[in-house]
């Protein structure tokens, strides 16, 4: 698929997946996009849990039931380390933003869907997330991205015209 093909395309899936196994290699694939993205004074502030053990995922989706439901095979993990910089600026949140969207784009030019997963996290969970994945007590579980065949066709929310949202040289043209 070209990049504005899975561009047009990409949209958060929220649907059933089906039962089938998203490949290791798959996984490693959209990970590996991930960690081509830019990242502030080249920090590379972002890592990545890969969980396609149903024995590690089931105990997630559990503590997410309340407030997001995903069956998905496979779940990717965001962990952002915090760390301030020597020039004392931090980008974590910047290099996680762009890591998922270069994994977004990856997962449904490959035929997958996601939902970019972050409100339900807030509260805690993101801490007892992390401790069933091992992150250490200084990074954060920021992020998680379900993968999987969806079970229906998605399409993308609609969005505003270019002219509501861009313009040349002056806010609001």
Excluded at 18 to 40: F, N, W, Y
Excluded at 104 to 115: D, S, Y
């Amino acid at each position: 698929m070209e990049l504005s093909e899975a561009i047009a395309k990409r949209h958060s899936y929220r649907g059933k997946y089906q039962d089938q196994l998203v490949s290791r290699e798959d996984l490693e694939t959209i990970v590996k996009a991930g960690l081509m993205a830019p990242s502030g004074c080249n920090s590379q502030s972002t890592s990545f849990v890969i969980v396609d053990d149903p024995a590690v995922l089931d105990p997630i989706k559990t503590l997410l039931a309340g407030k997001q439901r995903f069956d998905s095979p496979a779940l990717i993990a965001c962990v952002i380390d915090p760390k301030v910089l020597p020039n004392g600026m931090h980008f974590e949140l910047e290099d996680c933003s762009a890591a998922v969207e270069n994994m977004l784009l990856t997962i449904t030019a490959m035929g997958f869907a996601t939902v970019w997963l972050d409100g339900a996290l807030r509260g805690g969970l993101d801490k007892q997330i992390g401790d069933l994945l091992g992150v250490p007590e200084d990074k954060q579980v920021r992020i998680l991205l379900p993968v999987g065949v969806p079970v229906t066709v998605g399409r993308p929310a609609p969005k505003k015209p270019f002219e509501q949202r861009a313009w040349f040289n002056r806010y609001g043209g």
